[in-house]
């Protein structure tokens, strides 16, 4: 009977601390089948397998390394949704675990759109200003040369970069911040130098020169003979061409971050 009683009490106690494991896991990570979602997600098949391994392995050390989230995921075909309002839901859904912050970027195929989704915690540190443009700015242009795996590591070294300003800086990146009035003023002096110098040249070559008395000196007579003139407008044509562009959003809302074409 005794050991009975131990068997029971055992299997609860058992249970209840299976429980609340699980309990508290579930409250803090969000979970797939085997786990948290990955943070890379490649449904439009853009990747081989070693360059997914590899971009997977980068990514996890940038995570680590910062206590955030930066996935990567490619779909083919967002069904019409808009891709804002789709990485947002991703992000919310299975990426809103960062300690520190969490980002998506977003890849649809049929429709050729982009979008960067961050929490308001990941936005301190990649504003919607100028840490959005710098971050966009590293990774499109691999991205529309269809350099896929290039694109997302130079997503994920750049959101490193940033992280670690941030961190080391106490404020966000901001390229604006890069301008160094030494560096302009040392340009403007040399730029002046060789002006001088250019000029000096010029004026040495220039032995055949004299100054005229009068300015009728620099006229050539009877090179000229003008007997009419008259001014004719035609007409003006102007053609417009709308020119796609990225787009960041405003300092409102629950998230930031921003998207295009590509």
């Given at each position: 009977m005794k050991k009975r009683i131990v068997a029971l009490l055992s299997v609860l106690i058992l249970a209840v601390m299976?429980?609340?494991?699980?309990?508290?896991?579930?409250?803090?990570?969000?979970q797939h089948e085997n786990g948290p979602v990955p943070s890379v997600v490649d449904e439009a098949g853009l990747l081989t397998d070693a360059q997914r391994q590899e971009l997977m392995s980068q990514i996890d050390q940038v995570e680590r390394d910062h206590g955030v989230r930066i996935a990567v995921v490619t779909l083919k075909s967002l069904h019409g949704k808009q891709p804002g309002a789709t990485a947002d839901s991703i992000l919310d859904r299975d990426y809103a675990d960062g300690t520190h912050g969490s980002m998506v970027l977003l890849l649809a195929m049929d429709s050729r759109d982009w979008y960067v989704s961050t929490d308001n915690t990941m936005r301190k540190r990649i504003t919607d200003e100028g840490g959005f443009k710098h971050l966009s700015e590293a990774f499109l242009p691999p991205l529309k040369e269809k350099k896929y795996a290039k694109a997302f590591q130079m997503y994920a070294a750049t959101a490193d970069e940033m992280l670690g300003y941030y961190e080391e800086q106490g404020e966000p990146?901001?390229?604006a911040s890069d301008f160094n009035l030494l560096a302009l003023i040392i340009a403007v002096v040399l730029a002046g130098l060789v002006a001088i110098g250019v000029w000096q040249i010029l004026v040495r070559q220039l032995n055949n020169v004299m100054h005229a008395v009068a300015a009728d000196t620099y006229l050539q007579q009877d090179s000229v003979a003008l007997t009419e003139q008259s001014d004719t407008y035609l007409y003006t044509s102007v053609t417009r061409t709308r020119k796609a562009k990225s787009s960041s959003r405003s300092s409102g809302g629950s998230h930031g971050g921003g998207g295009g074409k590509f």
């Open positions: 299976m429980t609340t494991a699980f309990a508290a896991g579930s409250l803090t990570v969000p990146y901001d390229p």
